[in-house]
């Protein structure tokens, strides 16, 4: 809502290329529903949209506290939107503790929307409010519009006869019709979709649908004698197709399942609940009609064990979990190393190190998917970049693993597991099958056989005759797959181990230039979900006539083999990512390259203007 | 007309490999792997179809001397590879080999939850009460006071008893055998691969090295059958050289008893009979520990239920019934829009 690109329809409509709301109120307040619905009416008036889900670890805190302050966040436009936005236009707050929280962050001039009703002595006081912001002048440089929507729902929903309860529980349906109103966008699918909620309770259907449509109505009434107006955002010129929106996790679990498809194999999934990357569990537990088992096991170690007893086999065995779950898998990595079985391992990661920050966003587990293991225990690792690259990579991660008989790491993170945007949906048929054969002739046949191209051990699964072998942790005699104890074999066996990954290079994509030129003053190089904010910064540095080209990683193990020299072709070179520098130390270690770190580890995505601040101060030396 | 070929019957020897077992000489793993293959041979077990998953110690190593499939894992966590392995292909006969190491103290939790989920495995527990292949530490079923490197001034750690623990997790079949009981083990153990369900076998092994005799009170061929009661369903737990001693139930104490057929009234009629679907007699016979009382040997508990692959297995089929499965459906399932 940047001046600049204000231009007035008419005396009551505003036409602007792209807004950023945040919805914020108590954990209770039910601004994860508010924000995802009001995404969902975005997607559908065919804005493009990035959104940013940002609620506390705790499910319920206590009422009114800072603490418990849930806040969601979109950035919506008729241009291309690949962020959820550095600071909200709109700050929309039910209570004094989430105007505290989420001010610092608000536009200058920017908009307050807020429930008055919720602004009394006793939520101000939880908040941490000495004197009201209401009654002095700290909040005079915002557009401040003040609302008794606590009053207005429970009058509206009064007929129906819930309880006090239930009754505010409509409020965010309330601020949800508003916030509606003002950007044209449309009640209807909302309605239905809290009919479909909530059709056992048909009472609580028809209070929150009131509710959404008295705010809707509020708008359209008070207009004339308020400040509030109506704004126009028109449509994204997208490629023709069929769209949903999607986030991180959904587009990753069906990437992978996708790859089990093309792969002619079924999934079997071992998890274990934990933040960000339960959903990946809930998700693949209802897909069993394509064949996918799920197996909530005791433990993360349980889990993966059971992933890789499926591999054995014959199924693809996957697991899904955060940092600390992957450290706990850590050694049963390690054994699908040694036995050479297909795995897809899932870190969505988290800001640590331990228990850290369960549901806020971090990259800081890059060490431990490349090196976090004992021995020389190369892996395959992929990062998922965009809330729709989950497709991708899921697919990737599935042929390289079933290909190379190779664990594969894909790192996600909180961000993008739970940020949604716009996707153009695939057709799985547009994709090149790549189905497994398993091994079945006896003649010289022993485990330790190999593909000489590809270094893949041959997959024989338990149930074919003939091909009866074990297999094990122990170190295995190259030429007969026995166990073996001989000195020039394990350096044998080491080196095809690692030759096995490193090969994999010659086999994905060359990197690619995301934006700029191939060399150059400056590249910024990111990886995973900061390429949102990268391909912001760049895309505005270079409209300004700076020097900059934008290079976004996935294949993090094996690097691409073009990269080394892609790279020594830029004068200078900017890692950025959320963590103190995992990627860079990776990259100097590779190339001895005298990259310059950007690091951010505050659980908080970089703001674009993070990133475009550094390619200022980094571009302004260089001649 | 077909023409009749016979099949060839599988001898225990049929299931050695060719690996040179390495286990110390005159450890039990030699005559409980020799049980097993007599066991495979007499069930008529199809080796393709049969896999081994071990996690690590003496006993662990044992996949690699059985020529079915095997999979020697990690530590203490065979159970959830033999669950992900049976859960993946239910067709296979899946058999778990671990020690009380591994399948109590490292891997206690998995055995807990492998048994109550009643995954269709047989578990051979063999216990050794010591740690053999980290070179003489005390187990969680080593007895207090026992002198090890780590104990030097003897163990203070309670030991656990495995065929209580396993009935308290809800295994749903319990069974005990000795080594070099090889009449009985086979037998034992074809019960145990017959059952639907987590079968639980204890098998007590000798560790010549590190904790030698230490079975010894009830295992010496010469006083067995005092020592030692072989149970069977339906039969009167009658045990001794003379076959006169036998289990009462006192009702009062409510516990087991030892008692002598014709003295102080006691007749065979009130000698206990075996019923392996009772859990709480199983409890009571599993405690029973000599020298006070036979140790109890055979199938002591088998209650079979459905067993937890054959329910998730139902569910997959049911859900393939109910949806089809049609992937690009699949992505357009909920709220879509079309841009011209």
């Known amino acids: 809502m940047s001046v600049q690109s204000t231009q007035h329809v008419n005396d009551d409509v505003t036409k602007l290329e792209s807004v950023v709301i945040r919805f914020a109120g108590d954990s209770g307040d039910g601004m994860q529903l508010t924000g995802s619905q009001f995404s969902v009416a975005t997607a559908l008036e065919g804005s493009d949209l990035s959104t940013f889900p940002d609620f506390p670890a705790e499910i319920r805190a206590p009422v009114g506290t800072t603490f418990g302050v849930s806040a969601f966040q979109i950035n919506f436009g008729s241009v291309e939107v690949s962020t959820a936005g550095d600071e909200p236009d ?71 006869g819930l309880g006090n309860k239930d009754s505010l529980r409509c409020k965010n349906m309330w601020t949800l019709g508003l916030v509606l109103w003002m950007f044209g966008r449309k009640r209807q699918p909302i309605i239905d979709s ?51 929106t999607v986030n991180g996790n959904q587009s990753l679990c069906w990437g992978i399942l996708a790859g089990s498809q093309l792969a002619d194999l079924e999934i079997l999934l071992g998890s274990y609940p934990i933040t960000p990357a339960s959903p990946l569990l809930h998700m693949l537990s209802d897909m069993k009609e394509f064949g996918v088992i799920t197996f909530q096991a005791e433990d993360e170690i349980a889990a993966i064990c059971s992933a890789i007893g499926a591999s054995f086999a014959g199924k693809l065995g996957m697991t899904t ?49 490349v090196w976090g293991r004992n021995g020389d225990a190369p892996i395959v690792v992929i990062s998922v970049s965009t809330s729709t690259d989950g497709f991708e990579v899921g697919i990737e991660a599935v042929r390289l693993a079933t290909k190379y008989m190779t664990p594969v790491m894909i790192l996600s993170d909180g961000y993008i597991a739970n940020a949604s945007e716009p996707w153009k949906i695939p057709d799985i048929n547009d994709y090149d099958a790549f189905p497994v054969k398993f091994h079945q ?13 590809t270094l893949a051990r041959v997959w024989a699964k338990p149930g074919t005759p003939e091909l009866m072998h074990r297999i094990g942790g122990i170190e295995k005699d190259y030429d007969s797959g026995h166990i073996s104890y001989d000195a020039d074999n394990h350096q044998k066996m080491t080196d095809v181990r690692r030759a096995k990954i490193d090969n994999i290079a010659q086999d994905i994509p060359l990197q690619e230039v995301s934006q700029g030129t191939e060399g150059g003053k400056l590249a910024i190089v990111g990886w995973g979900s900061t390429y949102g904010s990268i391909h912001q910064a760049v895309k505005k ?73 550094a390619i200022v101060e980094n571009t302004g030396d260089l001649k | 007309m077909n023409k009749q070929v016979d099949i060839k019957k599988l001898s225990p020897k049929d299931f050695e490999t060719d690996q040179e077992v390495r286990w110390c000489p005159g450890c039990g793993d030699y005559a409980i792997l020799k049980g097993v293959q007599m066991t495979l041979a007499n069930t008529g077990a199809s080796p393709e179809n049969t896999v081994f998953v071990s996690g690590i110690g003496c006993s662990s190593r044992f996949p690699y001397y059985i020529s079915t499939y095997g999979f020697h894992t990690i530590h203490g966590r065979a159970p959830g590879f033999a669950t992900g392995i049976k859960l993946a292909n239910p067709d296979l006969d899946v058999w778990l080999v671990t020690g009380d190491g591994d399948g109590l103290s490292i891997g206690g939790n998995h055995m807990l939850h492998v048994l109550r989920r009643n995954v269709d495995i047989q578990i051979m527990l063999f216990n050794n009460e010591i740690y053999g292949l980290t070179k003489g530490q005390y187990s969680p079923t080593s007895q207090p006071g026992l002198i090890t490197p780590s104990t030097p001034m003897g163990s203070v750690d309670a030991p656990l008893s495995p065929c209580v623990f396993a009935l308290g997790a809800g295994a749903r079949f319990v069974a005990r055998g000795i080594d070099t009981s090889l009449k009985e083990l086979p037998v034992t153990l074809a019960r145990a691969k017959d059952h639907k369900g987590a079968s639980f076998v204890e098998i007590f092994q000798n560790c010549i090295v590190y904790n030698d005799d230490v079975f010894g009170e009830f295992t010496q061929k010469k006083t067995a059958k005092d020592t030692q009661i072989h149970v069977k369903h339906g039969e009167k737990m009658i045990f001794g050289k003379d076959v006169i001693k036998g289990l009462w139930f006192n009702a009062e104490k409510f516990g087991l008893e030892v008692v002598v057929i014709g003295e102080n009234g006691i007749t065979e009629d009130d000698i206990l009979v075996h019923d392996e679907t009772n859990r709480h007699i199983a409890f009571m016979l599993c405690e029973l520990e000599a020298p006070d009382y036979p140790v109890v040997c055979g199938v002591i508990y088998c209650n079979p239920a459905e067993s937890y692959d054959k329910a998730v297995q139902d569910q997959v089929a049911q859900a393939k019934r109910d949806k089809k499965a049609d992937f690009n459906a699949l992505l357009r399932r909920g709220r879509t829009w079309t841009v011209e």
């Open chain 1, 90 to 160: 709109v700050l929309i707050v039910m209570n004094p503790a989430a105007l505290k929280v989420n001010l610092n962050n608000l536009r200058k001039g920017g908009m307050i929307i807020l429930d008055e009703g919720a602004f009394n002595a006793k939520n101000l006081k939880k908040a941490g409010y000495e004197v009201s912001p209401l009654e002095d002048e700290s909040l005079a440089q915002y557009n401040l519009i003040r609302i008794d929507i606590t009053r207005m729902t429970v009058e509206t929903v009064k007929k129906f």
């Open chain 1, 194 to 244: 809290l009919a479909q909620k909530f059709a056992k309770k048909p009472d609580v259907a028809n209070a929150n649908i009131a509710a959404l449509n008295a705010g809707h109505a509020f708008g359209e009434t008070a207009e004339m004698s308020s400040n509030l107006h109506r704004y126009q955002i028109n449509k994204y010129e997208e490629e023709a197709g069929i769209y949903r």
């Open chain 1, 321 to 369: 979990s955060s940092g600390p779950g992957i450290a706990l898998k850590t050694e049963a990595i390690g054994l699908a190393i040694s036995t050479e079985l297909p795995l897809i391992i899932v870190d969505i990661q988290r800001a640590g190190p331990s228990t850290g920050l369960p549901t806020k966003t971090e990259q800081s587990d890059l060490y431990q998917a």
């Open chain 1, 441 to 453: 002739d006896p003649e010289g046949f022993h485990p330790s056989k190999r593909d000489p191209e």
């Open chain 1, 541 to 613: 540095a270079r409209k300004d006539g700076l020097d900059v080209s934008h290079i976004h990683i996935r294949h993090i193990w094996p690097l691409p083999r073009n990269l080394e020299a892609l790279l020594n072709s830029y004068d200078r070179v900017i890692v950025a990512e959320m963590n103190v520098g995992q990627l860079n130390t990776l990259l100097r270690s590779q190339y001895l390259l005298d990259s310059v770190l950007l690091s951010k580890v505050s659980g908080q995505p970089f703001k674009i203007a993070e990133i475009h601040e």
